[in-house]
């Protein structure tokens, strides 16, 4: 017996952008880990190929995953997986906060208009700019949630994972250095507040050839873990 797909549409914003063209990793994995199961549990996203803006794509459930297809092609894949996504360690918002003027993409970006950490205005772009936080190998920054990304539930789970992708590569990148999101595991323990400020931290966790991983969190005032996430980013050849 086969399981029939269930099939929705999904249309990607221009604004949620990551390079010229396609759709932010984080912003897809944090949607794919919202429609397979809210990302209350983990969730790990796999992007085989880049995501078009403004095109109407083919969301489909099939048991315990979710893919998206652009026509027959598969772009994204959602599975769950059975692990609790530990942070890579807090940082004062404060201390997170200054690290940001440390961000190499202040210098050399090589997506200048990507959501979650180009420099777009205000409001507009997440402007998410982690650095070096002195004495660790963290990388960090300080997140004050515009109500220009609140839908009616809330701060949704793209957001999240649009703030949680960036600074995974970051951890790694020195100027002009670049790479794109393979895959992402997200997992979300409590809600984004509008408004709120919070910590974003990230650390590198290792490199095999041009593949980087690493580990992100975004952090409430008092250490409180509200959102993980581990990359994989393969770098051009």
Known sequence: ?????????????????????????????????????????????????????????????VANSVSLFDGDKLLVEAIPVAEDLEGPGFVPFNDAARAEAGFVGLKAHPFAECFACG??????????????????????????????????????????????????????????????????????????????RYSVVARPTGRDGRKMFGQSAIYEADGTIVAAARATWIAPR
Do not use: K, Y
């Open 1 to 61: 017996m086969t399981t029939a797909a269930l099939q929705t549409v999904l249309t990607v914003p221009e604004r949620f952008r990551g390079p010229v063209g396609v759709a932010n990793g984080g912003w897809i994995a944090g949607t794919m880990a919202e429609a397979l199961n809210g990302g209350r549990s983990a969730v790990e996203v796999t992007l085989h190929a880049p995501t078009p803006l403004g095109t109407e794509l083919r969301l489909e459930h």
């Open 119 to 196: 420099l777009r205005e205000p409001g507009d772009g997440l402007r998410i700019f982690p650095g070096p936080v002195e004495g660790t190998d963290l990388v960090a920054a300080g997140w004050r949630v515009p109500f220009t990304v609140t839908g009616e539930d809330g701060v949704p789970a793209s957001i999240v994972g649009a703030v949680l992708d960036c600074i995974t590569g970051w951890a790694h990148f020195g100027p002009g250095e670049t790479a794109l999101l393979g895959r992402l595991a997200v997992q979300i323990h409590r809600p984004v507040t509008p408004g709120g």
